[in-house]
């Protein structure tokens, strides 16, 4: 065969393999119903276990070794996974609705913008796109109506918490509604032909420049320029057409503004992974079906053993805490307000007492919002 006809092949191949990928998201999302109809949960592990023993065996005479079927069913079950919940999600909370528009920071090819359209393609036919310049105008969006839900960073693997999105939650009447976690692959970006060498100054968002500190530390002669996106910072290269100033960003991001990669993997941390959140003018009750994660925060004064009380109460119901911060009480120095992330069901009754005792106790507690868990951990096949 020739080349040609070989890559004609390869590509019909493919296309077959799209169609089955979408038949298969069909049927788990006709499972999803199966299961809401018998109460049973959405993930099941033991099913996911005997697939894939099954899978690695089906591969194994058709040269498919066990790693390389395991890894791409991860990801298809991952999906299948995340397709249900947000089916599930939507009928329950009547949130299904052909488009929505959502407010997050910076315009097309931000990290932001590729988290709200992985978000949200599996919530509705059409995303309509508010690009905002901060946190501030992003929040303000959707507290005046101009936009339904606003995706905000949280976290980040290399640069923490991310302050100014913990204390804007302290004040917002807005709820979170659910989360994602996005990888985050930092690379230095140019126009063509840009030389390394001869690179004078850096564009990039506070948060990329923290993310990068170690390799950035590198260029002592280049002045860093702070961008309030990353796709601020490669429309600034683009109009600029200057071949001494680079952006940092995603490689798919620069490529919308014709930009080329010059390096990759300029994180501190090898696995750079944020994580956003969802927030929205309503509260959303998450089916029981579905693992369910609650946010809120407490302020418990400053008296012995405030704290250890607070999560004691936490202890004796069973309920898991997946994550403990504390930012500054604005107007109140030195006092601090924790924000505590719980994997439960806010409609759970442990969850419920729990929260009648923290009240007791506390001097001041709000819930955030309660909204599915994200984290699909991949199933591991067990030996023999
Ligand atoms: C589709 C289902 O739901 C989930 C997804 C699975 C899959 O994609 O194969 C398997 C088990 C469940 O965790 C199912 O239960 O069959």
Redesign the pocket.
Known sequence: MELDEIRHAISDTDQQLLALLAK?RQ??LA??DA?LAQNKP????K??QE?LVSLIGQGKPLGLDAQYVTRLYHV??ED??LQ?QAKIQGQLNGTDSPAVRVAFLGGQGSYSYWATQKYFTRRAERIIEQGCDSFNEIVQAVETGHADYALLPIENTSSGSINEVYDILQHTRLSIVGELTHPIAHCLLGLPGTDLTKIRQVCAHPQVIAQCSQYLQGLSQVKIEYCDSSSDAFNRIKQQQDPTVVAIGGEEGGQLYGLEVLTRDLANQKDNVSRFIVVARKPVTVAKAIPAKTTFIMYTGQQPGALVDALLVLKQHGISMGKLESRPINGNPWEEMFYVDVFANLNDYAMTRALEELNKITKFIKVLGCYPSEDIEPTQVTAG
Do not use: F, G, T
């Open positions: 298969r049927l788990a499972v999803a299961k959405i993930r099941d592990q099913r996911e697939l298809i079950i299948s996974v249900q």
